[in-house]
């Protein structure tokens, strides 16, 4: 199989992980609670990096860590996977999967405004104008309040709840944006790296769960889910996507077919989870990839 071939077949299937994650994200957090969905995921990621680390003959590499880069992934930890995910998974737990896994796309514009103080990068007026395409779009889905309602939630107003949800999916970006700026200055190896980070985020989780009693065993459907959640969404699939930058012959060849994923899974969103796709949300998601886009195109 040629390089490129190779390439495009780790990027579709990537792609085709990712796709299912707001489904199960929705799915899973009906039998349990953000925090131990948290807990579960990043126990099975911890095991499944590990595990790679231990195939690829890498597992050395966690030896040569020094004490500052020990301190670094525990910063980074701290924002992926242990905050980044508590405020996402709070979104999902509020809003319909399709708002909250659309909403949470913003964060390459986070990137991009976070990069202006954080990395001294200027910023052109037709940048300007993309981020604000892809803010419309945000409004657009936040249009839709009333689906924020959920049966059995708490006895807040739809407005109320929906903007608390919208909050929640748009402010994960930023930990995740932040993580990633943070991420490009540490030059240690991707799964070891990542392995240490997870690591971390499991502790954080493990110790808050201590400190609230929240420790219980869920139901199967729970830790199926979220063992599928540790397996696609934070271990093998980022593997995978590393393989595909790898062997592209350019990286904008795969990189930008990774926006087809809040398509695929608002359809997958809609036989699984049964949630009726606005016509909001496609609208909203429109303008917030193409915002996203069009940025990339004139960083280019």
């Not at 910063?75 to 980044?84: A, C, E, Q």
């Not at 964060?107 to 200027?122: E, F, G, R, Y």
């Not at 240690?188 to 790296?193: H, I, Q």
């Not at 350019?250 to 969103?269: D, G, R």
Request: charged content about 10%.
């Amino acid at each position: 199989m040629k390089a490129q071939k190779k390439a495009y077949f780790y990027a579709f299937a990537a792609i085709g992980c990712w796709s299912t994650i707001g489904s199960a994200f929705k799915l899973t957090l009906r039998v349990m609670s953000p925090l131990e969905l948290l807990f579960y995921s990043s126990f099975t990621a911890c095991v499944v990096l590990l595990s790679i680390l231990v195939v690829q003959g890498k597992l050395p590499l966690l030896k040569q860590v020094t004490a500052r880069q020990l301190a670094h992934s525990a910063l980074l930890g701290l924002l992926n996977p242990f905050l980044y995910y508590i405020v996402l998974l709070r979104g999902y737990d509020i809003l319909p999967a399709q708002e909250a896994g659309t909403l949470n796309y913003i964060w390459p514009l986070i990137l991009v405004l976070l990069s202006i103080p954080m990395l001294k990068q200027k910023i052109s007026l037709m940048s300007i104008f993309a981020i604000l395409t892809s803010f419309a779009g945000i409004l657009i889905i936040a249009s839709h309040r009333e689906a924020a309602v959920r049966p059995g939630g708490p006895a807040q107003t739809g407005a109320l709840l929906h903007a608390t949800g919208v909050a929640l999916a748009v402010g994960s970006a930023f930990f995740w944006a932040l993580y990633w700026i943070l991420n490009i200055r540490d030059r240690r190896e991707a799964v070891s790296k990542l392995f240490l980070n997870f690591f971390f985020g499991f502790f954080y989780t493990a110790v808050v769960m201590a400190l609230a009693g929240h420790y219980r065993l869920p139901p199967w459907q729970g830790i199926g889910g979220a063992v599928y959640i540790g397996l696609f969404e934070m271990g093998i699939t980022f593997v995978l996507w590393l393989n595909a930058l790898k062997h592209s012959v350019t990286t904008a060849k795969v990189s930008n077919l990774i926006y087809l994923s809040p398509f695929i899974s608002l359809v997958i969103i809609h036989f699984t989870v049964g949630e009726t796709i606005y016509l909001s949300t496609i609208a909203g998601l429109v303008f917030l990839v193409t915002g996203i886009i069009w940025q990339q195109y004139l960083k280019h």
